[in-house]
């Protein structure tokens, strides 16, 4: 969680009891489906916009599995890094 804060990937509340995290995209895109795709180009990270998961402000969100290593979610961090570099 505090990987993504540090990439402008805001997560509101800390994750309690699951593997996921809700991350605020909106600093990066209007549309986390569309920030999502394009991650998932650049970066080769699959990551689940938020309007899978319901209506309210969904369009910022995006939700983030974290139920992997930790070399695999240094190497996703990495890629998202990358990625946003790139896009910026």
Known sequence: VPALNA????????PDGAFY???????HAASSWDFCFE????AHVAITPGRD?????????????????????QEAIERLRSALTALS
């Open 7 to 14: 990439l402008g990937l805001t997560v509101p509340v800390s």
């Open 39 to 42: 991650l998932m180009r650049r």
């Open 53 to 73: 998961f319901g209506a309210h402000r969904s369009e910022r969100f995006m939700r983030l599995s974290y139920a992997s290593s930790m070399a695999h979610l």
């Open 21 to 27: 995290a809700w991350a605020d995209c909106s600093a």
